[in-house]
């Protein structure tokens, strides 16, 4: 079984790949300035390597997200960089590629729920139906992440223009 849902969403951004890749390789510095929506963000372990774990907060429409997760991947060769948090039932992942006309596509994935069969169903349907309905506003997220993605290319393009 996949998971309960996979929500996605892409935007070309015209700055440098390095300047896209800092800027989500030092969340810790930059998370709260993204978007006026974001609260906080700690390193609660080590620093912002695999298997640190970091704690990110922003409330949306009036809804509070409080995010305590394990940085499962950071990878960078130059042309792609990938980054995956994993925190309870959500993955969480970032990614930058390098496109031919020297834009990066930004990519950001979010994915919810508990792989396996009907054990993991009935987890998934108490935690995202029963329990945390109000937090597993799918369009709500997505509309968030649309958001996100939009002032993240108005602020690294913005710097290129400064």
Known sequence: MSMTKVLQDS?????????????????DETFVSWSPDHREFERVSGGM???DTVR?????????????????????DGGRFFIKFHSKYA??????RTNPDGTVRFTHIESF????GVGARIINWLIFSVLGRKKANWDLILRDMVE???L?????EGEQRA
């Open 91 to 96: 993955w969480i992942s970032f990614e930058g």
């Open 11 to 27: 935007v070309d951004i015209r700055a440098p790949y390095e300047a896209v890749r800092d800027f989500f390789f030092h969340l």
């Open 49 to 51: 390597g695999v298997g």
């Open 152 to 156: 993240l290319r108005e602020r690294l």
């Open 56 to 76: 990110f907060r922003e409330t949306v429409a009036g809804v509070d997200y409080d995010v305590t997760g394990k940085i499962l991947e950071r990878e960078d």
């Open 148 to 150: 996100d993605n939009r």
């Open 113 to 116: 729920g508990k792989e396996g």
